[in-house]
């Protein structure tokens, strides 16, 4: 079956270090993949997407490249500030004529000092 | 203002009774699915419909029901016979298959 795997957390920076979350996956088909975060005490929020091979999701100064021949989807990110603090989740859809639901990862949470 | 609203945001029941988790939305959004966060686990599906009067056992059905009478509302029923109840309950909606999830703020359920 599907699967996510993220690496193992929890992840601690200082405020303007250099962010890379690792996500890697297993999937029949072609998924689209996301990036959700989390912030304390409420639900998820998309960050960002990429539906295809090689597409390049970005949002707020984070980006990931969709890379089929890797199987993954790392998050990076060139300047963490303290309000990226949260837990990040890496997730995968199944491809047309699969239903919907998505795939998520364990989650990995950032805490970002000042 | 469109959005999906969870409630109560806690919720604390003793052994043996059944609760019931309410998650509605204005978004006018086809699909709707209810996953369960515990530390550590990430989120598993429990339920999912995709149009209303119509739903799909997730990861994680069992002890759980739900309903789909409206297009608006998807409540979640944890019975006694879930047997690890305590966790953060999160509903979610989605416009069509495959696109992106907007999630509700949750609802921690604490059965002691």
């Known amino acids: 079956g599907d699967s996510v795997t993220q690496m193992e957390g929890p992840v601690t920076l200082s405020e303007e270090a250099f962010l890379t979350i690792n996500c890697t996956y297993t999937a029949t088909g072609y998924p689209s993949l996301f990036w959700y975060v989390q912030y304390p005490g409420e639900g998820l929020q998309l960050l960002l997407k990429a539906t295809k091979a090689d597409d390049k999701g970005s949002n707020k100064g984070f980006e990931a490249t969709y890379r089929k021949e890797t199987t993954s989807f790392h998050l990076e990110k060139g300047s963490v500030q303290v309000s990226d603090s949260a837990v990040y989740f890496c997730?995968?859809?199944?491809?047309?004529?699969?239903?919907?639901?998505?795939?998520f990862g364990k989650g990995i949470t950032l805490s970002v000092r000042p | 203002d469109g959005g999906i609203t969870q409630s109560p945001k806690y919720l604390f029941r003793k052994e043996g009774q059944n609760v019931t988790l309410s998650c509605e939305q204005n978004l006018n959004h086809d699909a709707m699915y209810w996953y369960r966060q515990d530390p550590g686990q990430g989120l598993r599906l429990i339920y999912y419909?995709?149009?209303?009067?119509?739903?799909q056992k997730g990861d994680i059905a069992e002890g759980y029901s739900v309903s789909r009478e409206k297009k608006e509302s998807f409540p979640l029923t944890v019975t006694s016979a879930q047997k690890n109840p305590t966790a953060f309950y999160l509903c979610a909606t989605a416009a069509v298959v495959n696109s992106p999830l907007h999630f509700g703020n949750g609802t921690r359920l604490t059965v002691t």
């Open positions: 419909s995709q149009i209303v009067n119509d739903f």
């Open positions: 997730a995968l859809s199944a491809g047309p004529g699969a239903n919907s639901k998505l795939t």
